[in-house]
């Protein structure tokens, strides 16, 4: 095992953390589903984060786990290979905090996570499996024992200052009336806001208590105000790994996606005329058009298939990692261009790859899109039809970082470089496939829009 360091270099490696697999998410309605992202993330991520709580409490994971010798396909099989191998890294607190005693309680295995959670939580309020799952109890000894070998990573995150971030998110959007969380909180009766606020007051907070009030409180999981806690503890862990956020809306159909909303500090609109984009109008948007497999094929690859595709991808990884310009003209264009071109040439190698290994699934092939973001149209009327997956890039502060160009550029051109460096992915196929892919593939996929930071904290 060894130890990893996400801001330990002077660039910053093209990372995501996988928080589709956050216990609760309702975007994500299968482990077909989860194994798709996790594919895509790992061909366009040099590294992709999961974390205690991800392993400990997602019952996709535990039950996979349960029925994973029978299944060549296993969404478990193919996380624990990617931890083994080092491309997905395992987030660690180095403790957990036990309320009823009032102090630290050290934290060196997933195991000793979960019984800090039993010391707090005996009764399982607040969990999403029962304490007493013999089967997440064997699965999380197997993961233990892939974490103490050679080629595994490992992240130790400070546990307090992650949740720490997380009260703070959750905090200040109560506060603000124009939040996404205060408008949804406002629909809620005066008990529940009430006993939700008593939570809030106190000195410090987690996730569960308020997962608990909720859930209690008859609201179902795919409920907004449920998952937007879980999206602010994913966003807490990602800036503790310095990575990326790789998820999936589960309600983009019916307007702004409750993600895509909230991290870009916007609201949640809702689309009443149901306006449709004709194909052709995103064809003719589109940066580039490439022929291929259709995405759900990406289920189908196995960890040795996805080691050899990832060699082709050194390119990719290192333009996201660095902002390379010739010239210092328009600099925003030229990172663009140069980051769509590559990863439409890497995703014509993959698609070049299913079609030679499995010919007689590719007969169907299916239109890729490739967006520059500030050209798409928008995503909410798309994804009604077409299933899309963002791919975004370079920080700010990684810009400041290359020598002889961010010092040149003004902060209104940095802002406006990261917003149009930005791409977006659109499968394009007919209704009647669509309605078959969605047993794949989430609604809408994305890596968020980048957030690092190049300095250590």
Known sequence: MKHDDPRSVKALRATSQFAALEPIWAGISSTIQLRVLLVFGALFNERVYVHDTQLVDNPRVVGDFGRSDLREGSFYRLLKEL?????????????????????????????????????????GKGWVISPASDTRSRMLTELDGILAADGSLIVR???????????RQVRDAASSPDSVLAGLLSQQPYELRRRYDDIL?????SHTPIFALLHESGLPVVSELIQIHGLFGETAHARAFNARILGSDWDSGQGTGLAEAVLS?????????????????????????????????????????IMELRESARELFEIQSYLEVAGGRDPDDAL????????????????????????????????LGIFLRRKMPRLARVAERFATTGLSTLT?????????????????????????ANLEFVFFTDSARMRELRDFYPHRGWISSDTRSITSR
């Not at 083994?84 to 295995?109: F, I, K, M, W």
């Not at 995150?157 to 009260?167: L, P, Q």
């Not at 993959?350 to 299916?366: E, G, Y």
Request: proline share 5%.
């Open 83 to 123: 931890i083994a191998t080092g491309v997905v890294t395992v987030g660690l607190r180095n403790h957990s905090y036990l309320y009823q005693e009032d102090r630290q309680d050290p934290c060196d295995s997933l195991t000793d996570v979960l019984n800090s959670w039993k010391k707090n939580s005996p009764d």
């Open 157 to 167: 995150y400070d546990y307090e200052s992650t949740k720490d971030d997380f009260m």
């Open 201 to 205: 007051a106190r000195p410090r907070f």
């Open 265 to 305: 500090d916007g609201e949640v609109e809702h689309l009443h005329d149901h306006t449709r984009l004709d194909a052709a109008e995103l064809v003719e948007a589109a940066y580039r058009m490439v022929e291929g497999p259709p995405p759900d094929l990406l289920a189908m690859l196995r960890l040795d298939e």
């Open 336 to 367: 663009a261009v140069a980051l769509a071109d590559c990863a439409a040439d890497y995703w014509q190698h993959i698609c070049d790859h299913l079609k030679a290994t499995r010919p007689h699934l590719t007969v169907r092939s299916t239109r």
């Open 396 to 420: 700010e502060v990684a810009i400041d970082s290359v020598p002889f160009v961010g010092s040149n550029l003004g902060e209104e051109t940095k802002r406006s470089l990261v917003r149009r």
